[in-house]
């Protein structure tokens, strides 16, 4: 049986802000927690960087966004992204993210992909 751990806060967007420096890009938070079915981040983006376009073919994923501003392009065209918005994008739709003069901050919520294992090669 999988141990599940209870439920709780597991963190503070300002704390997270306030310990970054304001040019670091990335993933602030990543959630960990053993036995989970979801992935999780927390993103900034520094002002005027981008998430060039690409394809998911596999995950669904809901974006929140938490701070700052920017676009999302998908094949519906250019969306304003501000504080309090969510998306949608769906598998295998094209999209690109950029964030506005403040930068962006934004939490990704998807699916956990199944972890890595190594099977044999083929008989030969």
Do not use: F, K
Request: glycine residues 12%; charged residues 20%.
């Amino acid at each position: 049986m999988t141990s599940h751990p209870g439920p709780g806060v597991l963190t503070h967007l300002e704390s997270l802000l306030h310990r970054a420096p304001a040019d670091r890009g990335g993933a602030l938070w990543r959630l960990q927690e053993e036995g989970r079915q979801l992935d999780a981040n927390i993103v900034r983006l520094p002002a005027n960087a981008e998430v060039a376009a690409h394809v998911e073919p596999d995950l669904d994923v809901l974006v929140q966004v938490l701070d700052g501003s920017g676009h999302l392009e998908t094949a519906n065209g250019r969306q304003l992204l501000s504080p309090g918005c969510t998306a949608w994008l769906p598998h295998g739709a094209r999209r690109a993210v950029s964030a506005g003069e403040d930068g962006l901050v934004y939490l990704t919520v998807h699916r956990r992909r199944p972890g890595l294992t190594v099977r044999p090669g083929p008989a030969g």
